[in-house]
């Protein structure tokens, strides 16, 4: 896992190849159907271009009725090729007639793929979580989704030296010992808060929750305001703002306000900026700094960082 870290920056300079390119044709919406670590590249790219025409879709089959989806592409993207979830959508498009593309790296997706002579992306398998494969999956769906500058922005950021952030890393893992993080961003952020939440899940194999401003301040928030008869029950988390200086003056405001009064209660509070000249060093110094903070996480409690037992379990019991 360590590795994987810090050869992250590597997967800037991979050059997505499109199989059966001719056949992906224009298209006025796009379905991104994808579980856990696979849809986390849609996400991004949604912050990277929040006017892109697309759909995420975590969940078996499809969002809309046929009929609504005569002029879109469904993308099924799954990493390991086999998700349960992600195979039934396909299938679905198939049955309907709706276009289709793939993204993995291998497994029953793209033999299906290959078989219906759809166009096809089949990422590099170097023997790495799907939560690890970031920049592989992104780029990918942007060549698929014919995004451009963004592959241009993205080559240009493969400069990212993951080690730079593992000191900072540590030091935040070293604040959480004990504790139960929750990770707080505003809405536009909300997917790097999300990834911050499951690195914790996965690789520091702790709970960790995350939410956004504005909108825990109508009803999360009063969650913790701390009383005798509940104090046990919030003393143990730890809550992480995400800020960032291009937020709406307003939701800098109220993480301003709400870290005095969660501090006011003893609760504790870790502000961690995003910085970077451009947008997606911003956001990927932050992924970075969250693999950091969740591998020494799983440091700190003396276990495996890589592999997701508890899921393979599931996955193994849920298809006797």
């Known amino acids: 896992m360590q590795e994987a870290i810090k050869n992250f920056s590597e997967q800037f300079s991979y050059q997505p190849e499109i199989q059966n390119k001719e056949k992906l044709l224009n298209y006025q919406w796009c379905i991104l159907v994808g579980m856990g670590g696979s849809h986390l590249a849609a996400d991004i790219l949604k912050i990277y271009n929040p006017s892109v025409h697309m759909t995420i879709h975590e969940d078996y089959g499809l969002p809309y009725p046929a009929e609504m989806l005569k002029n879109s592409l469904v993308i099924a993207s799954s990493y390991s090729g086999n998700t349960e979830e992600v195979i039934d959508a396909y299938k679905k498009a198939k049955e309907q007639g709706i276009a289709l593309a793939a993204v993995s790296v291998g497994g029953k997706l793209i033999e299906m793929a290959k078989e219906d002579g759809i166009p096809y992306i089949q990422l590099p398998d170097t023997g790495i979580q799907p939560r690890s494969a970031l920049g592989f999956s992104l780029k990918a769906l942007m060549a ?14 493969s400069d990212i030296n ?17 504790k139960v993080p929750a990770i707080y961003s505003s809405q536009v952020n909300q997917p790097i808060a999300y990834n911050w939440k499951i690195k914790f899940n996965e690789t520091g194999k702790i709970p960790a929750f995350y ?88 440091e700190f409690y003396g276990l495996e960082p890589e592999q997701v037992p508890m899921v393979e379990e599931f996955k193994k019991l849920i298809t006797e």
């Open 211 to 298: 939410n956004v401003f504005p909108e825990l301040n109508h009803n999360e928030m009063t969650g913790f305001d701390v009383v005798d008869s509940t104090k046990k029950l919030s003393e143990n988390m730890c809550f992480i703002f995400l800020r960032d200086e291009l937020d709406n003056p307003r939701i800098k405001k109220r993480m301003q306000v709400m870290k005095k009064l969660f501090e006011d209660r003893k609760l504790q509070v870790l502000d961690v900026e995003l910085r970077g000249d451009n947008l997606f060093k911003k956001i990927f110094s932050s992924l970075i700094l969250a693999d950091w903070a969740a591998y020494h996480t799983a």
């Open 162 to 178: 993951p080690e730079d952030f593992e000191e900072e890393g540590r030091s935040i893992a070293k604040s959480l010992q004990g």
């Open 144 to 157: 698929l989704m014919k995004e451009d500058k963004g592959l241009e922005e993205l080559n240009m950021i």
